[in-house]
């Protein structure tokens, strides 16, 4: 392991790129937080996994867990929570159907309010076999690839990536094809919005983007009650009201939740492979000539570049954790990506192997706050590379190092 460690070290204060105006010379991420929109931080997480595989960062004033040991037990621990105790709804959505939305949402919730609500998510969501989504995906991404002409220009690339979630979801949940751009539009101001490091107008524009979102939905619900119309809303409305929470209210808020979830992460995981596949010349080569290999390719982008990058967790009381003695109200930042390229998890981590035997990716999470949508978001980001490379767009003509959209998502800046 030190031998290793020391490797990663050196080849990293070693490795430059050549431009056309001189030599840009390598650096480690200042933190764990800027490490996500950082061009390579892999070396800095190998680094951490290594010697601080779970620490105190003064700095940031939270426990950073970077082992795969560590991540699992974070995860899974009762008293790690998805939010502080003190502050269930970031204040400064308050006064907003973004806080209401906020406060519904399964994946924002612990205990008895997570568990019925988390059930009734995947109950939606079972019945959406690969076939189905994997249908309307590529419907969709056929549609806006033509809308975008991605077949003249890659420039609207990133649109593409982004919108390409909203419409399919969208569509499931019963939004009608008219109402598809500004539903985008509405989800891309939603999202700045939740973020913690959104600017005064970012929020004012959310906050207003939600108001537009929950009309929306009421009145797509309300709709498909009277006329008993059956998607993703309406069921998702039946088991949550089954299940003794407020049907209505908390089938939109999860059903925007479902926004919140896909927008950036399937984005990233789209622009993300097509980095790699600029950088795996080879790996391009074997899905040029094997086009049924996709999916194995992205398989792989999830556990070596992925976008969902860490999570945090609060404490809800003093405990020991990953061997660490934590305080009720201190905060962890979870390193899914470090666990990811751990190597007592997966052999030679640094090799990108569509092949690998027993990979374990930590990306979509682990114990009761497991993603639910990781087969949708895997269909959909599927589908987009596809139609992408049916376009003619070509991976080679990328070239790095890339740019990252400055966020808590690792989303490649393409096109």
Same mark, same amino acid.
């Given at each position: ?148 002409? /991605? *077949?003249? $220009?890659?420039? =609207?690339?990133? @649109?593409? +990536?982004?919108?390409? #979630? ?73 088991? /949550? *009201?089954? $299940?003794?929470? =407020?049907?209505? @209210?908390? +089938?939109?808020?999860? #059903? ?160």
């Amino acid at each position: 392991m030190y031998r290793y460690t020391w490797f990663i070290r050196w080849r990293w204060i070693h490795t430059c790129n050549e431009r056309e105006k001189g030599i840009v010379m390598m650096t480690f991420p200042k933190n764990p937080i800027e490490a996500v929109t950082h061009p390579d931080p892999y070396p800095y997480y190998a680094d951490l996994v290594a010697h601080k595989p779970i620490y105190y960062d003064e700095a940031l004033g939270l426990w950073v867990a970077a082992s795969a040991a560590a991540v699992s037990e974070v995860l899974q621990s009762e008293l790690c929570r998805v939010r502080p105790l003190t502050e269930p709804v970031p204040r400064a959505l308050f006064g907003s159907w973004a806080a209401t939305i906020f406060q519904q949402l399964a994946r924002m919730n612990d205990g008895e309010r997570h568990s019925t609500r988390k059930q009734a998510v995947v109950a939606t969501l079972q019945p959406l076999n690969t076939l189905s989504i994997s249908e309307e995906s590529h419907k969709w991404a056929s549609f806006l690839a033509a809308e975008l002409s /991605l *077949k003249v $220009s890659s420039l =609207h690339l990133m @649109d593409f +990536a982004y919108r390409l #979630s909203v419409y399919v979801v969208a569509s499931l949940l019963g939004v009608p094809q008219n109402k598809l751009p500004e539903t985008a539009e509405w989800v891309g101001d939603f999202i700045y919005c939740i973020a913690p490091s959104s600017s005064h107008e970012q929020l004012a524009r959310g906050k207003a983007a939600a108001d537009k979102l929950w009309d929306l939905f009421d009145t797509i619900l309300s709709t498909q009650q009277s006329t008993k119309d059956c998607n993703l809303l309406a069921t998702l409305a039946q088991k /949550l *009201k089954r $299940s003794g929470n =407020h049907g209505g @209210d908390a +089938a939109i808020a999860n #059903s925007i939740g479902f926004f919140f979830q896909a927008y950036e992460a399937t984005a990233g995981l789209i622009t993300n492979t097509l980095v790699t596949l600029s950088t795996q010349q080879d790996v391009w080569e074997q899905v040029r000539n094997e086009p049924g290999l996709l999916p194995l390719v992205l398989e792989e982008v999830l556990r070596y570049d992925p976008s969902i990058q860490n999570t945090r967790r609060f404490l809800a009381d003093d405990s020991f954790v990953a061997g660490q003695q934590m305080k009720a109200g201190q905060s962890v930042l979870v390193l899914l990506a470090a666990a990811n390229r751990d190597p007592k998890a997966n052999a030679q981590p640094d090799l990108f192997d569509i092949q690998r035997k027993d990979r374990r990716i930590f990306t979509f999470g682990a114990a009761a706050h497991a993603c639910a949508g990781e087969l949708l978001a895997k269909s959909i980001a599927l589908a987009g590379v596809e139609q992408l490379i049916a376009s003619g767009i070509d991976p080679k003509n990328f070239s790095g190092p890339f740019s990252y959209r400055p966020a808590n998502i690792r989303v490649a800046l393409l096109g």
